[in-house]
Nanobody, 119 residues
Framework: QVQLVESGGGLVQPGGSLRLSCTVSGSHFSPNIMGWYRQPPGKERELVAT????????KYLDSVKGRFAISRDFAKNMAYLQMNSLKPEDTAIYYCYAFIKAEAINDYWGQGTQVTVSS
């Protein structure tokens, strides 16, 4: 059974940094795509960043470009989201996502980790 487990959330002051980690277990395959989504209070879930396996390309939500960086450790089947210069509007539950084409079920989500940016 494929599982995604996130860690690294918490409370940080504006301008601070956090690094989220996501570990994929239970699959023999490296995810084709891994990414991070977030759901701010009272709003819908939105894509924050993705990283593809084949092309090593990345995509970012416009409002986090230059502040956030997604990376992957293919050997460990992990993904990271380095978040710098955090703003109160970055407050949200952050979810790790994986797309594994070779599995019978392709889409997987982590349980979410809370990130709160507040003074």
């Amino acid at each position: 059974q494929v599982q995604l487990v996130e860690s690294g959330g918490g409370l940080v002051q504006p301008g601070g940094s956090l690094r989220l980690s996501c570990t994929v277990s239970g699959s023999h395959f490296s995810p084709n795509i891994m990414g991070w989504y977030r759901q701010p209070p009272g709003k819908e879930r939105e894509l924050v960043a993705t990283a593809e396996y084949d092309r090593s390309s990345t995509k970012y939500l416009d409002s986090v470009k230059g502040r956030f960086a997604i990376s992957r450790d293919f050997a460990k089947n992990m993904a990271y989201l380095q978040m710098n210069s955090l703003k109160p509007e970055d407050t949200a539950i952050y979810y790790c996502y994986a797309f594994i084409k070779a599995e019978a079920i392709n889409d997987y989500w982590g349980q979410g980790t809370q990130v709160t940016v507040s003074s």
